[in-house]
C-alpha cells in the first residue's frame, strides 16, 4: 500500500468579532490527539503547534498557524498566517467559520482565497447553531464560494472524518477549487487588469496565480507584504514596466477619487458587501428576532457615538469590583499569614534557631510569598473571570474593534487592547495594597 502523504497541511484559525471561539483548537486536537509538538516560528516569539494523524491509510501533517481576524498583515500573528499560506506551499489551507456568525468569518475567507486556491471551508459549531434556530445550507454556500464546505461538529467523528476525506481530495488534485473571487470597484478590476500581465511575468511560474493579490498590495503599498514577496520570490517590485504601470493605474484612481486613505476602505468594504450576500443566501435565522437583537447590540456597541463610552463603563465596573471586593479575602489572609508567623516565630524561638536563619525563612521566604499570596491573589482571582465573562458574552472582540484605529497609530492593532486591559488586572491588585 502507497502511503500519500501531505507535507504541508495547515489549518488556519479564524478568529471571530462576534465571538472569540471557533472550537479550532478542539478540531486540532480531535483530529492529531497526542501526536502534537509545539515551538515558536523561527525568529517569532509566536508559538506553533504541529500534529499528525493517519486517515485511510494517508499522513497527514498539521499546522496550526496563530489565530487572524485578516492577512492584511497588521500584526506579528496575521504576518505569520500570511506568510506560511502565501510561501509555505501548503497541501490545503483549511479555514474553520463558526456556523452561529459566519457573514463575519467569511472576511478571511475571501482574502485567503486570493492567495490560495487549495482552500477546504470548515463549518463549526453546527450544534450551536442548532441551538440558536439558524440553518446553513452548505451546498449553496460551497456553490457561490467555489471550494469545498465541511460542516462538523468537533465532538463528532463522523463530521471530522468527512473533512479528512475532504482535504485528501483538494490535496490530491482529486476536487479541484475554483473560488469566486470578491469583485471589487470598476475601476479598482481595471487597475488590477493592468498591472496582472506585467505580474505575471515577474513571479515564478508556479506561482502567477499571486499575480492578482499581489497587484492590490502593490496599490495598497503595503511595504511589509511586498517586501516577504520579493524575498520569498527572489524578484524586484522596481522593474521600469511595472512602474510605469503603476504610476498610469495611481493616475487613474486618483482621478476617480480614490486613493491611500480610502483604497483599503472600498477593498474590504466589497468583501463586506460580498458577505453580508452570501449570508443573505445560505443562512436561515428561524428566530428573526434573534439576528436582528445582535445587529442592535453590535450597533450600539461598536459605535462611533457610545462604543468606546460602554467600554470604560464596563472596564470602570469591573476594575471597581475587582479592587473594592479584594480588599476583604486579602484582609483576612493577611491576618492569617500573619497569625501563622507570630506562630512560627514562636516556634524557631523555642528551638533556639539562629538569628540569620530565623532572618531567612519567616522574616524573608515566609512573609514575601504570604505577602504576594494577600495582595495579589484576591484581585486576579476577582478580575479574571470577571474578564473571562466579558469574553464569553463576545464583548472583548467590540473593545479591539472600537480601539483598533487608535493603535494602529502607535503601530499596532486592536487585539493590543485586551492584552493592555489584563496588564490593568495585574495593577489593580497593587493598587489594593495601596
Given at each position: 500500500?502507497?502511503?500519500?502523504?501531505?507535507?504541508?497541511?495547515?489549518?488556519?484559525?479564524?478568529?471571530?468579532?462576534?465571538?472569540?471561539?471557533?472550537?479550532?483548537?478542539?478540531?486540532?486536537?480531535?483530529?492529531?490527539?497526542?501526536?502534537?509538538?509545539?515551538?515558536?516560528?523561527?525568529?517569532?516569539?509566536?508559538?506553533?503547534?504541529?500534529?499528525?494523524?493517519?486517515?485511510?491509510?494517508?499522513?497527514?501533517?498539521?499546522?496550526?498557524?496563530?489565530?487572524?481576524?485578516?492577512?492584511?498583515?497588521?500584526?506579528?500573528?496575521?504576518?505569520?498566517?500570511?506568510?506560511?499560506?502565501?510561501?509555505?506551499?501548503?497541501?490545503?489551507?483549511?479555514?474553520?467559520?463558526?456556523?452561529?456568525?459566519?457573514?463575519k468569518n467569511l472576511n478571511l475567507v475571501f482574502q485567503t482565497l486570493e492567495i490560495t486556491n487549495k482552500v477546504v471551508v470548515c463549518v463549526n459549531l453546527l450544534d450551536e447553531a442548532k441551538k440558536k434556530h439558524i440553518q446553513i445550507d452548505l451546498e449553496?454556500?460551497?456553490?457561490?464560494?467555489?471550494?469545498?464546505?465541511?460542516?462538523?461538529?468537533?465532538?463528532?467523528?463522523?463530521?471530522?472524518?468527512?473533512?479528512?476525506?475532504?482535504?485528501?481530495?483538494?490535496?490530491?488534485?482529486?476536487?479541484?477549487?475554483?473560488?469566486?473571487?470578491?469583485?471589487?470597484?470598476?475601476?479598482?478590476?481595471?487597475?488590477?487588469?493592468?498591472?496582472?500581465?506585467?505580474?505575471?511575468?515577474?513571479?515564478?511560474?508556479?506561482?502567477?496565480?499571486?499575480?492578482?493579490?499581489?497587484?492590490?498590495?502593490?496599490?495598497?503599498?503595503?511595504?511589509?507584504?511586498?517586501?516577504?514577496?520579493?524575498?520569498?520570490?527572489?524578484?524586484?517590485?522596481?522593474?521600469?514596466?511595472?512602474?510605469?504601470?503603476?504610476?498610469?493605474?495611481?493616475?487613474?484612481?486618483?482621478?476617480?477619487?480614490?486613493?491611500?486613505?480610502?483604497?483599503?476602505?472600498?477593498?474590504?468594504?466589497?468583501?463586506?458587501?460580498?458577505?453580508?450576500?452570501?449570508?443573505?443566501?445560505?443562512?436561515?435565522?428561524?428566530?428573526?428576532?434573534?439576528?436582528?437583537?445582535?445587529?442592535?447590540?453590535?450597533?450600539?456597541?461598536?459605535?462611533?457615538?457610545?462604543?468606546?463610552?460602554?467600554?470604560?463603563?464596563?472596564?470602570?465596573?469591573?476594575?471597581?469590583?475587582?479592587?473594592?471586593?479584594?480588599?476583604?479575602?486579602?484582609?483576612?489572609?493577611?491576618?492569617?499569614?500573619?497569625?501563622?508567623?507570630?506562630?512560627?516565630?514562636?516556634?524557631?524561638?523555642?528551638?533556639?534557631?539562629?538569628?540569620?536563619?530565623?532572618?531567612?525563612?519567616?522574616?524573608?521566604?515566609?512573609?514575601?510569598?504570604?505577602?504576594?499570596?494577600?495582595?495579589?491573589?484576591?484581585?486576579?482571582?476577582?478580575?479574571?473571570?470577571?474578564?473571562?465573562?466579558?469574553?464569553?458574552?463576545?464583548?472583548?472582540?467590540?473593545?479591539?474593534?472600537?480601539?483598533?484605529?487608535?493603535?494602529?497609530?502607535?503601530?499596532?492593532?486592536?487585539?493590543?487592547?485586551?492584552?493592555?486591559?489584563?496588564?490593568?488586572?495585574?495593577?489593580?491588585?497593587?493598587?489594593?495594597?495601596?
Amino acid at each position: 500500500m502507497i502511503c500519500f502523504s501531505c507535507k504541508n497541511l495547515v489549518i488556519t484559525p479564524l478568529p471571530l468579532l462576534g465571538n472569540p471561539n471557533v472550537g479550532k483548537s478542539t478540531i486540532f486536537n480531535a483530529l492529531t490527539g497526542m501526536h502534537q509538538h509545539t515551538g515558536n516560528w523561527p525568529g517569532k516569539t509566536v508559538s506553533n503547534a504541529c500534529g499528525t494523524c493517519i486517515h485511510n491509510g494517508k499522513n497527514l501533517l498539521f499546522v496550526d498557524i496563530p489565530g487572524t481576524y485578516s492577512l492584511m498583515s497588521n500584526s506579528q500573528e496575521e504576518e505569520i498566517a500570511r506568510d506560511y499560506i502565501c510561501f509555505g506551499n501548503p497541501d490545503t489551507t483549511v479555514i474553520i467559520l463558526d456556523a452561529t456568525c459566519i457573514e463575519k468569518n467569511l472576511n478571511l475567507v475571501f482574502q485567503t482565497l486570493e492567495i490560495t486556491n487549495k482552500v477546504v471551508v470548515c463549518v463549526n459549531l453546527l450544534d450551536e447553531a442548532k441551538k440558536k434556530h439558524i440553518q446553513i445550507d452548505l451546498e449553496k454556500l460551497s456553490k457561490l464560494l467555489g471550494v469545498p464546505v465541511v460542516g462538523t461538529t468537533a465532538r463528532k467523528k463522523k463530521t471530522l472524518n468527512k473533512l479528512l476525506s475532504t482535504i485528501i481530495k483538494v490535496a490530491s488534485g482529486e476536487i479541484v477549487c475554483k473560488p469566486n473571487l470578491v469583485k471589487y470597484h470598476p475601476i479598482i478590476e481595471d487597475c488590477l487588469l493592468m498591472l496582472e500581465p506585467n505580474l505575471q511575468k515577474l513571479l515564478p511560474n508556479e506561482q502567477t496565480h499571486l499575480s492578482r493579490w499581489t497587484a492590490l498590495k502593490l496599490i495598497d503599498g503595503e511595504k511589509t507584504i511586498l517586501s516577504s514577496i520579493e524575498k520569498n520570490f527572489c524578484i524586484s517590485f522596481l522593474d521600469e514596466n511595472l512602474q510605469e504601470k503603476l504610476e498610469e493605474v495611481t493616475e487613474l484612481l486618483h482621478a476617480n477619487d480614490i486613493d491611500d486613505t480610502n483604497f483599503r476602505d472600498k477593498i474590504v468594504s466589497s468583501i463586506v458587501f460580498r458577505a453580508e450576500d452570501i449570508c443573505n443566501d445560505v443562512v436561515i435565522y428561524e428566530s428573526i428576532a434573534h439576528s436582528n437583537r445582535d445587529r442592535k447590540i453590535d450597533k450600539i456597541l461598536t459605535s462611533k457615538k457610545f462604543g468606546i463610552p460602554i467600554m470604560i463603563l464596563f472596564l470602570g465596573i469591573i476594575f471597581w469590583i475587582t479592587i473594592t471586593g479584594a480588599n476583604y479575602p486579602s484582609t483576612v489572609l493577611s491576618n492569617f499569614f500573619g497569625y501563622l508567623q507570630e506562630k512560627l516565630l514562636i516556634l524557631f524561638d523555642n528551638l533556639n534557631a539562629p538569628s540569620w536563619l530565623t532572618g531567612i525563612l519567616i522574616n524573608g521566604m515566609f512573609q514575601t510569598v504570604s505577602w504576594v499570596i494577600s495582595v495579589m491573589l484576591p484581585p486576579m482571582a476577582i478580575f479574571f473571570p470577571l474578564f473571562t465573562i466579558l469574553e464569553d458574552l463576545g464583548y472583548l472582540p467590540r473593545i479591539a474593534f472600537n480601539l483598533d484605529n487608535y493603535f494602529k497609530k502607535a503601530c499596532t492593532t486592536g487585539k493590543q487592547a485586551l492584552t493592555m486591559c489584563m496588564g490593568f488586572g495585574c495593577n489593580a491588585a497593587r493598587c489594593c495594597r495601596l
